[in-house]
């Protein structure tokens, strides 16, 4: 039976389009994702839907209330967690925003990077996968698939519809 860890991850995008908020993890020294650069997000609740958890996450880490949310895409991370756990992903872009963001969260340094220079920040080897589709221009949500096997991916596949 597959019974993944539900959760989203959030992409906030400065008014000009040029920057994202990322979370530096450097607070914990037991964090599995230390040192590496982040977007906004976490599990889901048992009483929540995707849309509340993501403005939750957004919310708690950032400070900030989305406004305007866009859905691209979903990944299923097999062998992801740090005792091999299953992920389902939601993954967001966020357009709009009200609030002031924190420079500093439990997790780690907030702060704004340059979407055309995010392949130059230490982050997860995978996200260098899906990060473009992100933030291209292509409207159609994409749907991946990234098994992960001691702490790199092994694989990565995805359609868009």
């Known amino acids: ?7 989203t991850l959030g992409y906030i995008v400065s008014a000009d389009g040029l920057q994202t908020l990322l979370v530096h993890r450097n607070a914990r020294k037991s964090d599995q ?6 977007g906004l ?12 958890c993501l403005r939750r996450e957004i919310l708690e880490e950032s400070g900030l209330e989305c406004s305007r949310v866009q859905l691209r ?6 062998g992801f967690g740090p005792e091999g756990e299953n992920w389902l992903g939601f993954v967001f872009l ?5 609030g002031v963001p924190r420079t500093r969260n439990e997790e780690g340094d907030l702060a704004w990077h340059p979407i055309a220079m ?26 991946g698939y ?7 991916p092994v694989a990565w596949e995805y359609v868009r519809v």
């Not at 392949?119 to 159609?140: A, I, K, Q």
């Open 1 to 7: 039976m597959y019974m993944p860890i539900i959760g």
């Open 33 to 38: 994702h230390l040192g590496k650069y982040n």
């Open 41 to 52: 997000g976490g599990k889901m609740r048992p009483d929540e839907d995707v849309m509340t």
């Open 73 to 78: 895409g979903t990944i299923n991370w097999t």
């Open 94 to 98: 966020i357009t709009a925003f009200t």
């Open 118 to 143: 995010l392949d130059s920040l230490p982050m997860w080897e995978g996200d260098r996968y899906f990060l473009p589709l992100v933030f291209d221009t292509d409207p159609r949500p994409f749907h």
């Open 146 to 152: 990234m098994p992960y096997q001691d702490g790199r």
